[in-house]
């Protein structure tokens, strides 16, 4: 099976280099790097910068670290369907490759639902992904998250979605930014975004049997409140940027254009928040390392 992570930015080697070596951040209209405690700055597009971040700054950045290996699923605020921290669908287990670190196995099962029929396996911060309506006045987020998923073919009709970067408000149903596994053409596994198959077309493979990382970064607003997405997979090496919608950085109206956004400018409107796990049409399992929301690339990858 290919193991091309998708579209490739033609300066992903410089600029990107692993996340190590140049790191995306968000920058003010003066040109300034923001701080997570900043507040009262406009948000421009994160650029990139050459310095390396040392600990400090990374922690600093960050808003989420699930540090699976030293907490289990104690991070997060809810499991689905269960609240139980350990059995029913989540085992704390050892990586699978080795290395000595603990892992979160998501088993998803019939039985293990919530509101519908797909067996699902959840886990789910805090409502923490906000709008300037909230009182978030830098509302950029780098969501971060490893995964390993087992050799297996999937049918045509399969669909597992392993992630959502921000569900609920704005959007009305399913997320826009979710990920799911889904069938390549040629056999395999690729990545499907917002259960639009146009998004990502057939380019974004997901090898099986090793450890991926995925960052997305997104401003979750639509183009009137100058909305965007961008996404970075590593299967093996240097973090390669995918195309969405055939762009770098497209607008979210392209992936829910009949969706207002009265969360971006409603604050009674609640907080959306993030999950990871297993949720589909057939059983399945898959292994979850670190989950990452933060300000900056580098605080939010989850392969460092």
């Not at 600029?15 to 948000?43: K, P, S, Y």
């Not at 789910?124 to 087992?150: C, M, Q, R, W």
Request: hydrophobic letters at 35%; aromatic letters at 10%.
């Amino acid at each position: 099976m290919g193991e091309s992570p998708g579209s490739t930015d033609p300066e992903a080697g410089a600029n990107q280099g692993g996340g190590l070596t140049r790191r995306r951040v968000i920058v003010t209209a003066a040109g300034l790097v923001v701080a997570a405690t900043a507040v009262g700055v406009a948000t421009q597009i994160p650029g990139w910068l050459d310095d390396e971040p040392t600990e400090e700054e990374l922690a600093a950045d960050r808003i989420f670290d699930a540090n699976i290996n030293e907490q289990g699923l104690s991070g997060y605020a809810k499991l689905i369907p269960d609240d139980n921290r350990q059995g029913l669908g989540y085992h704390l287990v050892p990586d699978p490759v080795g290395g000595g670190r603990q892992v979160a196995r998501f088993t998803s099962r019939p039985g293990l639902t919530l509101g519908n029929e797909f067996p699902r396996s959840m886990v789910e911060t805090e409502p923490i992904i906000k709008a300037a309506a909230h009182g978030n006045d830098n509302d950029v987020y780098f969501n971060g998250f490893s995964f390993y998923v087992l050799d297996g073919e999937f049918d045509r009709d399969t669909w597992i979605t392993l992630y959502t970067g921000g569900y609920g408000p704005p959007s009305n149903g399913p997320s826009l930014l979710g990920l799911m596994l889904v069938q390549h053409p040629e056999g395999g596994l690729m990545f499907r975004m917002g259960d639009d198959p146009q998004l990502l077309g057939n380019d974004v493979r997901v090898p099986t049997g090793r450890w991926v990382g995925v960052i997305q970064a997104y401003k979750y607003a639509y183009a009137s409140n100058g909305g965007w997405v961008e996404m970075w997979v590593n299967t093996d090496g240097p973090w390669q940027q995918v195309q969405i919608n055939g762009e770098n950085q497209p607008t979210l109206d392209v992936m829910r254009p009949n969706v207002t956004d009265g969360w971006y400018r409603n604050p009674s409107v609640p907080a959306s928040f993030s999950r990871i796990g297993v949720y589909g049409n057939r059983t399945y399992e898959a292994f979850f390392a670190t989950h990452r929301i933060a300000r900056s690339f580098d605080a939010a990858d989850p392969l460092r």
